[in-house]
């Protein structure tokens, strides 16, 4: 009985719990990597004068970061991990107190995230954040909840993350074990260790909801990259790093849409020289074979 009792105490303690749940950081980087976007911060003349991270929450361009890292910018630039670039044409939406900021850019069908349930993040919780300290690109870093605080003097809620991250991480994506959003990276206290914090995902569903704009569901994430939006034309082509009009015409065959190199080219009047750029939209015939 004292055998058995041990082996029972011994499996309910192992068990792992939801909390606990180890995440595969490979496959996780993998996928949510292409949200995740290097701001360049420029001023009226131009001049790069920082760079910050945001990551996309909606398939239509939908930018989140902190609002402390566009504040003093003039005009930003979304890179992502492709190489696209993408003008922010847009602020949306401001939330001061909990250091968010929603912007738009142009596309569609591009990746993006989904927020994690509200309180879903507690203490012990497993968390990776993906976000370009310094300017690094595409850094991955893992550990901890280590705790839910208030801070009483800027009356904020904040997660505390064990997960290290570095100036230019300000608007990374906290991640749970699914690749969830449960915060947004903000600031850290330099005179500790490991004393890392983000404002909690539930603080930009509320930004999200008052600027009109609820999250996207996981049915929409789902939904196939060519969806039609009139007759005879299908959503925008994001142009990638290396694309041609004859890789365009190949790839959009994989997903079913006939379109020849030259038909691209008439329905968008271009010349028979131009050059592509990264981040360009096309307009594309929607004809099935």
């Not at 930018?63 to 003093?72: M, Q, R, S, W, Y």
């Not at 927020?115 to 497993?126: F, H, I, N, Q």
């Amino acid at each position: 009985m004292l055998v058995r009792c041990l082996i029972l105490f011994v499996l309910w303690t192992a068990a792992p719990s939801p909390a606990g749940e180890i995440p595969d950081l490979r496959a996780l980087a993998k996928e949510t990597r292409p949200a995740v976007y290097l701001l360049v911060l420029q001023d009226e003349d131009g001049k790069t004068i920082g760079s910050g991270t945001g990551f996309l929450v909606s398939p239509d361009g939908l930018l989140v970061t902190n609002h402390h890292v566009i504040a003093e910018a003039k005009s930003i630039i979304a890179k992502a991990e492709n190489g696209g670039l993408f003008p922010v044409v847009h602020v949306l939406g401001t939330d001061l107190p909990n250091d968010l900021a929603l912007l738009q850019i142009e596309g569609k069908n591009l990746p993006f995230l989904s927020l994690a349930p509200e309180g879903s993040a507690e203490a012990g919780t497993r968390i990776a954040v993906i976000g370009s300290p310094l300017g690094l690109e595409g850094t991955l870093t893992e550990g901890i909840v280590s705790a839910r605080r208030r801070l009483l003097k800027e009356k904020r809620d904040v997660l505390q993350i064990s997960a290290p991250i570095s100036q230019g991480s300000s608007g990374s994506p906290v991640l749970d074990s699914q690749g969830r959003v449960v915060g947004i990276a903000s600031f850290l206290l330099q005179d500790g260790q490991s004393l890392n914090f983000a404002s909690p995902s539930e603080k930009l569903r509320a930004l999200l909801i008052k600027a009109g704009h609820p999250t996207p569901s996981l049915a929409e994430k789902s939904a196939p990259t060519i969806q039609t939006k009139s007759p005879g034309i299908s959503s925008p082509y994001v142009v990638k790093t290396g694309d041609t009009l004859t890789r365009i015409s190949r790839d959009l065959a994989k997903q079913g849409v006939r379109a020849s190199p030259d038909e691209i080219r008439t329905l968008n009047q271009l010349a028979t020289n131009s050059i592509l750029r990264p981040g360009q939209t096309l307009k594309i015939p929607n004809t099935h074979p």
